[in-house]
């Protein structure tokens, strides 16, 4: 198994920040991207960044310029550093990674429990 164990969430006003943390471990053989995906009630998961094993990253457009992805190799581990928050990021988020299973399942079949983040007025 696969285990996604994201933190780091919680309640904070317009324009404060939080910085989210997801650590992978199990049965992972190995992956190349990381991502955070976010999703509120009634609507379907979202991409929000995205960085390669060579540190490329990816933005929605919604978040760039405000949030910054990062890793740890050593550690299989994410991080997303979110400043200049707005109401409009509360959701819940999630990482997940692009890889194979020592049983070469996809990886981009495990989620973990996810982090709440709330933003308020």
């Known amino acids: 198994q696969v285990q996604l164990v994201e933190s780091g969430g919680g309640l904070v006003q317009a324009g404060g920040s939080l910085r989210l943390s997801c650590a992978a471990s199990?049965?992972?053989?190995?992956?190349?991207?990381m991502g955070w995906y976010r999703q509120t009630p009634g609507r379907q998961r979202e991409l929000v960044a995205t960085?390669?094993?060579?540190?490329?990253?990816n933005y929605a457009d919604s978040v760039k310029g405000r949030f910054t992805i990062s890793r740890d190799n050593a550690m299989n581990t994410v991080f997303l550093q979110m400043n200049s928050l707005k109401p409009d990021d509360t959701a819940v988020y999630y990482c997940?990674?692009?890889?194979?299973?020592?049983?070469?399942?996809?990886?981009?079949?495990?989620w973990g429990q996810g982090t709440q983040v709330t933003v308020s007025s």
């Open positions: 997940n990674l692009r890889g194979y299973t020592v049983y070469a399942a996809p990886l981009e079949g495990y």
């Open positions: 199990g049965s992972i053989f190995n992956y190349d991207i």
């Open positions: 960085i390669s094993s060579e540190g490329s990253t």
